[in-house]
């Protein structure tokens, strides 16, 4: 009798709805088997943390939007990326921002990745085909 393994999930931090949907849709369609874990605010986000020191699963990546309610995902990265444990969390900024100055934060703060949220459903499904292959499948992380 094998006992499988669930794969690590993905946490999604997107506060519009639509945005949201797209994402899930895409993931849906996609067939992904990583459960996907959803904070609608930074603040929500930065609520897993207590959860994976209490011994939750940690995602194999973290999609992360910079405009969010509460607390800015820029300040998410910041705390995440400072955290003793969890900073080696892949983090991919996922974000309609085209501000220079927040791409160069999130890259100065240790993101791992910042893509532009596509406009087309269809280029949306190529973006989420790459996001599970490279950080769900391929990447290697650290135990």
């Not at 993905?10 to 904070?39: G, W, Y």
């Not at 995902?73 to 220079?100: A, N």
């Amino acid at each position: 009798m094998s006992t499988s393994v669930s794969p690590p999930p993905i946490l999604l931090v997107e506060d519009n709805p639509m945005d949201l949907d797209l994402t899930l849709r895409a993931f849906s369609k996609k067939k992904f088997s990583n459960q996907v874990h959803i904070a609608r605010d930074g603040e929500e986000a930065l609520a897993f943390i207590p959860r994976w020191e209490a011994g939750e699963a940690l995602p194999a990546v973290i999609l992360l939007d910079i405009n969010l309610p509460k607390i800015n995902g820029l300040e998410v990265l910041r705390q995440l990326k400072t955290h003793e444990r969890f900073r080696r969390i892949p983090v991919v900024v996922l974000t309609s921002s085209r501000e220079d100055k927040d791409l160069k934060t999130a890259y100065d703060l240790g993101v791992n990745s910042y893509i532009e949220k596509p406009v087309s459903f269809n280029k949306f499904m190529d973006v989420a085909e790459q996001i599970e292959l490279y950080w769900c499948v391929l990447n290697e992380r650290p135990s």
